[in-house]
Structure formats: structure tokens, C-alpha cells
């Protein structure tokens, strides 16, 4: 009985260390590079779970993609970009512009897109993140990639709370 419950404590404590050990494989680098794509990814998941339905298909002019359109580019980009830091073949093909076109659908995309890139990271170590790729016809670091990704999300987010404002709603970022 006696070792019986040391091996029960030595496999809790193996349990709870854990997590420890698999986020002590990413180092300072890909640590900051995935806190500012926490931020994205937690802004813009917000805001698609906090717009009504018949705002998806707002746009302020013709000219521009309404809300629904930039969250599934959104969504989209997201297997783009991380297929290549993690030097893998991009795992989707469909076109959320065209394919996702409710509040559901889009959610669904953005919410598969994040678990993407959330995998990517999970798997990226600081010297893994310096590995070149070829990404839009040039040579940048994995990591360089995954830092693209987050200022794309950004961007795109930065028309989101543009819209939200001329809707009168106080976008996530800002309550």
C-alpha cells in the first residue's frame, strides 16, 4: 500500500509538471511571438462572437470586404501563414470568403484557423523559429512568418474596429 502511494504522488506530480515542460520547450522568442498572437486571436474571436448576424454583411462602401469577408480571410490567412512557418502544405483548401457565409460558418473557420496556428506554435522552438522559408517569393525566418501573421491580424482587425465604430459598438479591445 505504502508504494502504492508513492507511485500515485510521483505520477501527479509527473502530471501537473507537465505543461511546464512542453511550454519550457518554447523560448523567449516564440513565448512573445504567440503572446501577440494570443491577443489577436482573442480580439477577433470577440468580435465575431459579439456581432449579430445581420452584421456580417456590413460594409461601409462597395469597394471593401464587409465584417464577415475579413473575418474569414481572417480565418483563412490564419492556415496560410502557419503552413508555412511550420514548413508544412497548407491543410486547407477551401475559401472562407466564399464558402463561410454565416455568423456560424464564420466562427467555425475562425475557430479552426486559431487551433491551426495554435498547434504551430505548440510545436516551434526559438532555434526551430530561425529556419528560413520561402514566403511571398522571399526568405524570411519561420518566426518572421508568425509575426507577419499578427500584424495581418492586426491589420484586418484594425477595419473591425473601424466598423464596429460606425455601428456605435465599442469594439473588445477598448472595454
Given at each position: ?25 518554447a523560448g523567449p522568442v ?18 465575431a462572437e459579439m456581432l ?25 490567412a490564419q492556415y496560410s ?95
Amino acid at each position: 500500500m505504502h508504494m502504492t502511494k508513492r507511485t500515485l504522488a510521483a505520477a501527479i506530480a509527473l502530471l501537473l509538471s507537465y505543461p511546464f515542460a512542453v511550454s519550457a520547450q518554447a523560448g523567449p522568442v516564440v513565448r512573445s511571438l504567440q503572446g501577440l498572437n494570443d491577443i489577436t486571436t482573442t480580439n477577433i474571436s470577440a468580435t465575431a462572437e459579439m456581432l449579430d448576424e445581420a452584421l456580417f454583411s456590413f460594409r461601409p462602401t462597395e469597394e471593401v470586404r464587409s465584417m464577415g469577408e475579413l473575418l474569414a480571410h481572417i480565418a483563412g490567412a490564419q492556415y496560410s501563414f502557419c503552413s508555412v512557418a511550420a514548413g508544412e502544405d497548407n491543410p486547407n483548401s477551401e475559401n472562407f470568403e466564399q464558402s463561410a457565409t454565416t455568423k456560424a460558418q464564420i466562427n467555425a473557420a475562425l475557430d479552426g484557423g486559431f487551433a491551426y496556428c495554435t498547434r504551430v506554435y505548440a510545436g516551434m522552438t526559438d532555434a526551430a523559429s530561425t529556419g528560413m522559408v520561402s514566403f511571398f517569393g522571399d526568405d524570411m525566418t519561420k518566426s518572421g512568418v508568425l509575426a507577419f501573421n499578427s500584424m495581418h491580424n492586426y491589420e484586418h482587425y484594425g477595419n473591425l474596429v473601424t466598423y464596429m465604430r460606425l455601428n456605435g459598438i465599442v469594439p473588445p479591445s477598448s472595454r
